[in-house]
């Protein structure tokens, strides 16, 4: 299973980016996924995450970017985005995409590369 990234940037405060993850190897439509971003010298946290319609097509935000961020996918073309509006300093960090696939023996989670995002103030 693969994962690539891509839309990151540098942005002005206030401004918008589109994140995209294009993967591979896997039922795309069967599985859960989700965006994480990881400040320096902070965990990895949770973004948004979006499950399949056979798990429920559950959609969350972090407290931090609800109503600033939607996460979306589009199961014909494998990918699943995260659109970011009204950006703020605080969400410079490295966006990741995960996959977790749902398979008979357990659940298995995959991740992207990950791609900067900086947002000045």
């Known amino acids: 299973v693969q994962l690539v990234e891509s839309g990151g940037g540098l942005v002005q405060a206030g401004g918008s980016l589109r994140l995209s993850c294009v993967t591979s190897?896997?039922?795309?439509?069967?599985?859960?996924l989700a965006w994480y971003r990881q400040a320096p010298g902070q965990e990895r946290e949770l973004v948004a995450s979006?499950?399949?319609?056979?798990?429920?097509?559950?959609?969350a935000y972090a407290d931090s970017v609800k109503g600033r961020f939607t996460i979306s996918r589009d199961n014909a073309k494998n990918t699943v985005y995260l659109q970011m509006n009204s950006l703020k300093p605080e969400d410079t960090a490295v966006y990741y995409c995960l996959l977790r696939e749902h398979t008979w023996d357990g659940n298995y989670d995959y991740w992207g590369q990950g791609t900067q995002v900086t947002v000045s103030s």
């Open positions: 190897g896997s039922i795309f439509s069967d599985n859960d």
């Open positions: 979006i499950d399949s319609a056979v798990n429920g097509g559950n959609i």
